[in-house]
């Protein structure tokens, strides 16, 4: 078994960037990620703090909006349109969850699709579907680059994809299937779960279901891909996958932590130099 090492992966992905920030920068080509928080969650707090820190670490510009709980959903596109329409703007980032009473999906949709480095904005998902190049969401294209720079070969193989949501699961079988890896798509409803993820010689597992995925439901010498991220009963950070269980069977598998999460911010970071890349 190897472990499949997301935080030196993460890393180099980082000092690449940093290098063609540098070079664009020489040429005159810069700007800023806005970050959008509303209200004090504080597990959003910490994905504020690392997303501003690496894009200081690349050296693109950052400029933070944090508004307090009662922001009207008024107030929130107006200052979206007013990023949209600033042209120092590369990105915009608006820190999910919002606060009940503001519509995701209206906020999201008033994006301009160009800006949209989370890549959830229904054109960029379109364009995902019909294979053009776009914004994908980090996560999904985080696994990509796991699976690339580890040498594991994706075209032909029969991937598993546990999980539909429209961040994680679909984006992921959707980016799978433009690698030419014949994907199955898995859900709550799936009839013997444990019968599919047995075939998978790729399993990508992002279900939220802390430790659930153990070696019944693993082929032997399977990539297993863990995308969950959970505390446990003893306050340690634990995936979806029972990784105690798996890893001996697996060929090579993500720990949680270090595995699919550093990538995340890493891809995020490489969708903001796409931007600037189209300035
Ligand atoms: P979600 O709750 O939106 O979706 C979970 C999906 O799993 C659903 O489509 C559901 O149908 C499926 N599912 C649930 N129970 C199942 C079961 N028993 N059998 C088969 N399928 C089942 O979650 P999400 O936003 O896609 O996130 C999934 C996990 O990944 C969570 O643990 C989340 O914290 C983590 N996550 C990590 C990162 C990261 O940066 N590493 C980013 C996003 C999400």
Do not use: W
Request: net charge negative; charged share 25%; aromatic share 2%.
């Amino acid at each position: 078994m190897e472990l499949i090492d997301g935080k030196a992966i993460s890393q180099a992905i980082k000092d690449e960037l940093k290098d063609k920030v540098s070079e664009l920068k020489a040429k005159g080509i810069e700007g800023s990620l806005a970050v959008i928080q509303v209200g004090n969650d504080p597990a959003s707090s910490v994905y504020v703090k690392n997303k501003k820190k690496a894009c200081e670490y690349i050296g693109i510009g950052s400029v933070s909006y944090e508004l307090p709980e009662d922001t009207t959903e008024e107030k929130l596109l107006g200052i979206i349109k007013e990023l949209n329409a600033d042209t120092s703007v590369i990105g915009i980032l608006v820190q999910l969850p919002l606060p009940a009473g503001l519509s995701e999906d209206r906020v999201l949709n008033a994006i301009d699709p160009s800006k949209d480095v989370d890549g959830f904005h229904p054109v960029n998902v379109g364009k995902l579907v019909i294979g053009e190049d776009t914004f994908v969401s980090c996560t999904p294209a985080g696994v990509i680059e796991l699976l690339k720079r580890s040498g594991v070969s994706i075209q032909g193989k029969h991937a598993v994809v546990i999980g539909r949501s429209n961040i994680v699961g679909k984006p992921m079988a959707l980016l799978m299937l433009r690698e030419n890896a014949t994907v199955t798509v898995c859900h709550s409803k799936t009839a013997d779960l444990k019968a599919i993820a047995k075939e998978a010689d790729i399993l990508i597992v992002a279900m939220g279901k802390p430790k659930f995925i153990d070696a019944d439901y693993i082929k032997p010498g399977a990539v297993v891909i863990d995308v969950g991220i959970h505390r446990d009963s003893e306050n340690k950070l634990c995936g979806d996958v029972d990784f105690d269980s798996v890893a001996p069977l697996a060929s090579k598998i993500t720990p949680v932590p270090g595995g699919v999460g550093p990538m995340t911010i890493a891809m995020l970071m490489a969708n903001c130099v796409k931007s600037l890349l189209k300035r």
